[in-house]
């Protein structure tokens, strides 16, 4: 019998049709599917929808911005927008600073939190573990809550109103040492053993073998290490006062309010262009940024 199934149970016959239970399963597979894609398109433009008309806007004239009801795509694209926001203001400084910060805070955080990660996962001392979670425990510590003395202290360094006071204060991450830890405990520590039977001492098996190993870790790490820093608003607020040392939210934000009759076409334009390295940076590492936050809470 091809298309049924005979079961004797209690004495009665019954008949179950294979076939037809597959396909019943397939098409609730399939409806469930539909369902969580159309779901997530939902979600997508909900999510892409003010970043849509961010920059529609930023191709508007000023009187088209918030008009209403609201014009989703313009009818004349003003391109002059994007030469205006350049001509007048300090756009190609702001971006300058904000890159060098960003560069140098990204480099720097991913090498000492790479570091201090192998010594945690890797070397045994006492009170490793508690030392650990002491340092992971800080991320939870808001940073109001100490800035004042820390203000203080960099002032006394002499470093407040320059851009080595960012570089300072960003130095050194927590999340980004419990990141890196918790990927490395998923490499073999076979592999480190070998190496010291080779003779590699404890800094060439992590510049050898850990980090190359690591590189999932190490690009979601860079990632949102550097758009944390060039979004970063409230510490530059705070210890940049030389215009000529404005990241690009602070030079923007100056711009508007510098403004009687603010012109949000001009911001909407800075705001764009100030999008676009985030973007960049997204498009390059999203594969290894996924991979690399899927597997670090993996271990074994």
Known sequence: MTDTQVLVTGGTLRKLNAPVSAGRTRSRLTIGRTLGYIALLIAAVGLLAPFFWMVMSSLKNANEVFSVPVVWVPETFVWQNYIDIWTKSNMLVWIRNTLFLAVSVTFLQVLTGSFAAYGFARMKFAGRDILFLVYIGTIAVPWQSYMIPQFILLSNLKVSNTLWSIILLQAFGAFGVFLMKQYYETIPEELSEAARLDGLSEYAIWRRIMLPLSVPAIASL?????????????????????????????????????????????????LTISVVPIAIIFLLGQKYFVEGIATSGLKG
Do not use: C, H
């Open 222 to 270: 860079t990632l949102l290490t550097f758009v944390n820093t060039w979004n970063d608003y409230l510490g530059p607020l705070i210890y940049l006062r030389n215009p000529d040392l404005w990241t690009i939210q602070l030079g923007l934000k100056s711009f508007v309010s510098n403004l009687f009759d603010t012109n949000y076409a001009l911001l909407f334009a800075g």
